[in-house]
């Protein structure tokens, strides 16, 4: 028998592992409770659409983790989520969703969250919101009636939810300081009611005659009816992207523009413009299409990557748009 072999036999070395594995597991315990003390337990608001995300970020500050699902550049009409972010919304203390059929993939796990016992705020169905209507020139209308959920075109209206998102973070969300974000959105406010103030003296500089609207999809029906516009028509006669036109959509919409005058599409930088672009066959030509940030913002840094930089953005396109200046 070797010595190593009787040393085993007769318990010699086996006590230095135990010692070993034993303060492995004091380790591994001590690392756990450390975890468990330092973020694990911090509120979490989570929220679908980058629009509402940013204003939500302004209003919560550091009081808590907002986890926005909706990337830059996303169609909130088409994104989807992944399980992580499924398991998210379930987990989290508040969610914040436009809601009004917008976030169409989206909506399902919000039910589930909800069903689940997580607060939920729908932003847009506290919004006063607007219902499409059948266009003047009489064409179709495939919504007419329905809410049309794209309430952040009106600054005011976004005021509103401002106050409102904050009195749900201060109703559901634990350990956040009521008066720290009551102070945040009463900053972001005045943000709003000073980007008001200057959408309605950029818009003033458009004549009468220059005020009609034409969109990818109806997606301006909040700005138009705040800011004195007409929206004469869309090239997907619908609330959503996923819809898709007929040619007598086309032919429709095409009339309406030559019977006011407009040579100009505003089109959605998050969807393609080949559907705007189709104007420009169907009218001889001579048709401008002017992109914007309408329903997503974008990367940082790249002109549109906030709620008020967004709008300013896209108030600046418009009136370039439609004044040729």
């Not at 005011?156 to 749900?168: E, F, N, P, S, W």
């Not at 301006?220 to 992207?241: K, N, Q």
């Amino acid at each position: 028998m070797s010595r190593f072999e009787a040393k085993r036999r007769a318990g010699v070395g086996t006590a230095r592992p135990r010692h070993l594995m034993a303060g492995l597991l004091a380790l591994l315990t001590a690392v756990t409770a450390t975890a468990c003390t330092t973020g694990d337990d911090r509120p979490s608001i989570v929220v679908t659409t980058n629009i509402l995300g940013d204003v939500t970020r302004e209003i919560v500050g550091d009081e808590a983790d907002v986890t926005v699902l909706m990337k830059p550049n996303a169609d909130p009409h088409s994104f989807g989520l992944s399980a992580v972010q499924a398991a998210e919304l379930e987990q989290a203390d508040l969610v914040v969703y436009n809601g009004l059929g917008l976030e169409e993939n989206v909506l399902r796990h919000v039910d589930a969250a909800r069903e689940s016992g997580v607060a939920t705020f729908a932003a847009g169905e506290a919004a006063d919101p607007l219902t499409f209507h059948t266009a003047d020139d009489g064409g179709p209308e495939r919504e007419e009636g329905q809410p049309d959920p794209h309430f952040w075109t009106d600054p005011d209206r976004m005021h509103k939810v401002t106050g409102l998102i904050a009195d749900q973070v201060i109703e559901h969300v634990n350990s956040v300081d009521p008066d720290t974000v009551r102070a945040n959105a009463d900053r972001y406010a005045k943000q709003l009611t000073d980007l008001t103030t200057w959408m309605e003296r950029s818009f003033g500089r458009v004549p009468a005659d220059h005020r009609a609207l034409v969109t990818n999809h109806h997606v301006f029906g909040y700005l138009a009816d705040r800011f004195g516009f007409e929206v004469i028509g869309a090239v997907i006669p619908s609330g959503t992207t996923l819809a898709s036109p007929s040619s007598s959509d086309l032919r429709s919409l095409t009339r309406a523009m030559e019977g006011a005058g407009v040579r100009t599409v505003f089109a959605d930088s998050s969807q393609p413009k080949r559907l705007a672009e189709v104007l420009r066959t169907e009218m001889g030509g001579g048709v401008r299409v002017v992109e914007l940030h309408s329903e997503s913002l974008t990367a940082k840094g790249a002109g549109a990557d906030t709620y008020l930089r967004m709008m300013r953005s896209n108030t600046t396109a418009m009136v370039t748009g439609l004044t040729g200046t």
